[in-house]
């Protein structure tokens, strides 16, 4: 079963940084690639960041590549997002989920409530 928790969100200030948190079940860390993507109110969902299984590959929207930075513990079951330089137009709630393959074009299948992010200038 798909089990997926998100944590970390915050209020920061325009240049800060966050370390969000993706809990996940063994069966999604182990069949799945496990992405993040965000939501803000009047814009589209937007695919954030993406990292593969074993290799582990890493993949970045062009909005946050250099920035954010992903990363995965299979031991700890958990799959963070640590976000740099944060700026306005990072504010949203950030989900993060499964997806058989990394990239914007592949459907999420399954993701958690999302934690919200709010950058303040």
């Known amino acids: 079963q798909v089990q997926l928790a998100e944590s970390g969100g915050d209020l920061v200030q325009a240049g800060g940084s966050l370390r969000l948190s993706c809990a996940a079940s063994?069966?999604?860390?182990?069949?799945?690639?496990i992405a993040w993507f965000r939501e803000a109110p009047g814009k589209e969902r937007e695919w954030v960041s993406c990292?593969?299984?074993?290799?582990?590959?890493?993949y970045y929207a062009d909005s946050v590549k250099d920035r954010f930075i992903i990363s995965r513990s299979n031991n700890k079951r958990t799959v963070n997002l640590q976000m740099n330089n944060l700026k306005r137009e990072d504010t949203a709630v950030y989900h993060c989920?499964?997806?058989?393959?990394?990239?914007?074009?592949?459907?999420?299948?399954?993701w958690g409530q999302g934690t919200q992010v709010t950058v303040s200038s």
């Open positions: 989920a499964t997806q058989t393959s990394c990239g914007a074009d592949f459907p999420f299948l399954s």
């Open positions: 990292i593969s299984g074993s290799p582990a590959r890493t």
């Open positions: 063994a069966f999604a860390l182990g069949y799945h690639s």
